[in-house]
């Protein structure tokens, strides 16, 4: 069968070197989990190492050539492979609340997205790892003081030791993107609940950063904080100089103060 078409709107530049497919999939460690799901598999790159591992390999497509095109060489991945849109999709119709790892050379248009997605589940998901745009996963393993530092770092290192593994160049992908990648590994962490109110961790990160630049007074007036709380001295501070462990501080602060 002929090769896939990369479609500009989907995103997808397909990675053409073996080696890296391989060193993506070998960042597994496989334990906690007997299922993984690739996410974006195109036409296989990395599938195919995934399938030489003792695992159950199941892939998420949106690109019905690339269903076509998988479905036509990779006859181990019968009956797995699921032809959805991931961010739209309940994974449990497939994994019915059992953990299972994530894995992909992720679409840089979507991939912030299938972050935050994927925290959702992130009961049920012990181990991430794929590639992103370089920016994107630096961002995501960003600890606190630098202008990278933001949501997405704090929310995923709440929940997951992130480290950021290697960077990609352009030239071993077709088509070619115009920016370097970077592979990443989040593990969970042995104990990710929280000490306070997620819905209101969640709401008061993307409140701070929302504002970066002022100060936490300032960022989070619309919290209605009591002006004795806002006297603290972390109210001094912006959202950049706190990691997620002063912001799960702050969040039982403001839980305290009754919001």
């Known amino acids: 069968m002929e090769k896939v078409k990369a479609k500009k709107h989907l995103g997808q530049h397909f990675l053409k070197d073996e080696s890296i497919a391989k060193d993506i999939a070998d960042t597994l460690n496989l334990v ?3 299922d993984v799901l690739e996410i974006g598999p195109g036409m296989g790159v990395l599938t195919k190492y995934l399938l030489d591992k003792p695992i159950n390999t199941y892939v998420i497509e949106i690109d019905e050539e690339s269903v076509t095109y998988l479905d036509a060489n ?10 959805k849109d991931f961010l739209r999709y309940d994974i449990n ?6 953990q299972f790892a994530i894995i992909g050379n992720f679409p ?12 959702e589940y992130r009961n ?3 181990e991430f790892a794929g590639m992103f745009q370089k920016e994107v996963a630096q961002r995501i393993c960003e600890k606190k003081g630098t202008k990278a530092y933001g949501i997405l770092s704090v929310l995923v290192q709440a929940f997951y030791d992130a480290e950021y593994l290697f960077t990609v160049d352009e030239n071993v992908f077709n088509p070619p993107p115009k920016v370097k990648s970077g592979v990443l590994r989040l593990r ?4 990710f609940s929280l000490p306070c109110g997620e819905k209101l961790f969640f709401t008061v990160v993307k ?12 960022s989070l007036k619309t ?18 100089q706190l990691d997620y462990l002063e912001f799960i501080a702050l969040t039982k602060k403001i839980e305290a103060d009754g919001v």
């Open 207 to 218: 409140t701070a950063f929302q504002q970066r630049r002022k100060t936490l007074r300032n």
């Open 223 to 240: 919290l209605n904080l009591s002006d004795s709380l806002r006297e603290d001295e972390i109210f001094n501070l912006r959202p950049e």
């Open 124 to 126: 049920q998901i012990p």
């Open 93 to 98: 119709e497939v994994f019915e609340g059992k």
């Open 32 to 34: 906690g989990y007997e």
């Open 188 to 191: 969970r962490k042995e104990d």
């Open 74 to 83: 990779y006859p181990k991945l019968k009956d797995k492979i699921i032809s």
């Open 108 to 119: 840089y248009n979507i991939s912030t997205q299938i972050v935050f997605k994927a925290l």
